[in-house]
């Protein structure tokens, strides 16, 4: 991701902020699965990044499960909200910092990396694939879920691109087949341990991958 591009992303999911922060989540049994998947991959001894947290949520529902997560998303907007979550919620194992993956206090170590509903709005999903695996020891696990959404509803890209003229989506949308992202994935070196789809409408595929 250029600096230009990192800029301009900021700058829309900090003017999201506060309409994300507020807005429900559309299928919440799909959601419990994927968290009900996840956790039983995590330990209690494990440190974690999140990549794209949002404003924290998730990481505040699986603080639980491991040692620490450290919670980094693009936005400065949506990480002052996850500490105001983090705060109220009077959980002191998450913390909330602003960056990507790599920057200083980003970059591990760490024994599980996640990414939920990211990958498809990164310039480089690979290049973000292969730093994922860079940062992480042998035994390590990404965890992601991304909808992929090539050829399931044909109208999103014109939509998509009519949306960033009127700065109204993301800079970058990738529209992947289930295919490309696992096959991503494996050629950055990992394995795959478990896939799933939840939901499968989409379908927004939920991957479990570890570092030999």
Same mark, same amino acid.
Request: hydrophobic letters at 40%; charged letters at 25%.
């Given at each position: 991701m250029?600096?230009?591009? !990192?800029?301009?992303?900021? #700058?829309?999911? @900090?003017?999201?902020?506060?309409?994300? #922060? !507020? $807005?429900?989540?559309? @299928?919440m049994e799909a959601y419990e699965a994927s968290l009900a998947r996840t956790r039983l991959h995590l330990h209690a001894t494990d440190r974690v990044l999140e990549m794209g947290c949002g404003t924290s949520s998730t990481a505040l529902l699986l603080a639980s499960e491991v040692a620490h997560?450290?919670? +980094? @998303? *693009? $936005?400065?907007?949506?990480?002052? *909200?996850?500490?105001?979550?983090?705060? @109220?919620?009077?959980? $002191?194992?998450?913390?909330p910092v602003q960056g990507v993956i790599g920057d200083p206090g980003l970059d591990g170590p760490f024994d599980a990396i996640l990414a939920f509903n990211l990958l498809h709005l990164l310039a480089d999903p690979e290049a973000a694939i292969r730093q994922v695996y860079a940062?992480?020891?042998?035994?390590?696990?990404? *965890?992601?879920k991304t909808p992929c959404m090539a050829g399931k509803r044909w109208f999103l890209g014109p939509a998509v691109g009519a949306l960033r003229l009127f700065g109204k989506a993301p800079s970058d949308v !990738?529209?992947?087949?289930? $295919?490309?992202?696992?096959?991503? *994935?494996?050629? #950055?070196?990992?394995?795959?341990?478990?896939?799933?789809?939840?939901?499968?409408?989409?379908? +927004?595929?939920?991957?479990?991958?570890?570092?030999?």
């Open positions: 250029t600096a230009m591009t !990192q800029t301009t992303d900021a #700058a829309f999911w @900090d003017g999201a902020a506060r309409k994300y #922060a !507020q $807005s429900k989540i559309s @299928d997560i450290t919670a +980094s @998303d *693009i $936005s400065a907007e949506m990480i002052a *909200i996850g500490k105001e979550k983090v705060w @109220d919620a009077g959980i $002191s194992n998450v913390a940062q992480l020891p042998s035994g390590g696990r990404f *965890i992601s !990738q529209f992947f087949k289930v $295919s490309t992202l696992e096959r991503m *994935i494996t050629e #950055a070196g990992f394995e795959i341990v478990e896939t799933g789809d939840y939901p499968r409408k989409m379908p +927004s595929h939920f991957v479990v991958a570890r570092k030999p």
